[in-house]
T-cell receptor, first 111, second 113 residues
């Protein structure tokens, strides 16, 4: 079953603009991760945020987590054409052996 | 360094034929191993996971099975493929449980015709 729901489902922006994607989930979590998938390829881990953290940065990526609202956002600043990909959130709950993935946001950055 | 190998990259199989997809991990021991399926334009659905040799947990009852004959080998199989088995299959591994996330293989695109 899907735990996370990303929104928007698709996003198209101009190069240089910022892209924001949101993820909502249903149950309590230990951490949340964001992954990137280029078309027809495997997923690449981008960033992990733990339930006791509110914000993390990695290069041009900024992730926030609001456990009271059960939501997270991924911000990509100064986007590039190479950022064109699908982005997924995945949640982990202690006592399970798995992450549950959302449905993804397809980002297209126009040069 | 740890790497994960998944093959083949693409596969076209007729309905009713058998399936065997293999995933191997290098550079680590006793990993947790996972098979996910991704339908076109959709999220990932967990099919099977394994925390050790011979230990398989099935998430979704279906036409597929998994086996782990060796510590770093995970195999996805079917005796008779259905059209609905088409999709993108991804193998992943993690160490010390999944808490630090997964490393994914490059995936297998399966088309059942």
């Amino acid at each position: 079953s899907q735990q996370g729901e990303e929104d928007p489902q698709a996003l198209s922006i101009q190069e240089g603009e910022n892209a924001t994607m949101n993820c909502s989930y249903k149950t309590s979590i230990n951490n949340l991760q964001w992954y990137r998938q280029n078309s027809g390829r495997g997923l690449v881990h981008l960033i992990l945020i733990r339930s006791n953290e509110r914000e993390k940065h990695s290069g041009r990526l900024r992730v926030t987590l609001d456990t009271s609202k059960k939501s997270s956002s991924l911000l990509i600043t100064a986007s590039r054409a190479a950022d064109t990909a699908s982005y997924f959130c995945a949640t982990y709950t202690s006592g399970t052996y798995k992450y549950i993935f959302g449905t993804g946001t397809r980002l297209k950055v126009l040069a | 360094s740890q790497t994960i190998h998944q093959w083949p990259a693409t596969l076209v199989q007729p309905v009713g034929s058998p399936l065997s997809l293999e995933c191997t991990v290098e550079g680590t021991s006793n990993p947790n191993l996972y098979w996910y399926r991704q339908a076109a334009g959709r999220g990932l659905q967990l099919l099977f996971y394994s925390v050790g040799i011979g230990q398989i947990s099935s998430e979704v009852p279906q036409n597929l099975s998994a086996s782990r004959p060796q510590d770093r080998q995970f195999i996805l199989s079917s005796k008779k493929l259905l059209l609905s088995d088409s999709g993108f299959y991804l193998c992943a591994w993690s160490v010390q449980g999944p808490i630090n996330g997964y490393t994914f293989g490059s995936g297998t695109r399966l088309t059942v015709v």
